[in-house]
């Protein structure tokens, strides 16, 4: 089983609030990323926030370092990449989840 270390990120030149950025998805609705995200948000109870569903991490990654989005990105990205930064404080850090299978994931995301 993989444990991978997973965060919310943003660019570090964005000064704005969690709740005002952007959150970045995939629009494949089997990316385990996706679901995290999903999850985490109908936790937390957010439903008003704007979902900005993308096809490729390498756009993903342009439109965090350079617009006010915010995702969830696990944490290998983060120490190759100088532009963005976690998320602090109030709880915005998933911290790690196991992705070997998308059952595992799923026995994870109904733990919580």
């Known amino acids: ?21 952007e959150i970045l998805i995939n629009r494949d609705s089997e990316c385990p990323y996706r679901r995290v995200r999903l999850h985490y948000l109908e936790q937390i109870r957010v439903t008003d926030a704007t979902l900005i569903k993308v096809d490729t991490l390498d756009v993903l990654m342009d439109m965090l370092e350079s617009e006010n989005t915010v995702a969830v990105i696990p944490e290998v990205i983060l120490s190759s990449n100088t532009i963005l930064r976690k998320l602090e404080g109030d709880g915005k850090i998933i911290g790690w989840i196991c992705c070997c299978s998308f059952e595992t994931l799923d026995k994870i995301l109904r733990r919580q």
């Open 1 to 21: 089983m993989k444990e991978e270390h997973i965060f919310w990120l943003k660019a570090k030149n964005n000064i704005s609030p969690f709740e005002k950025n």
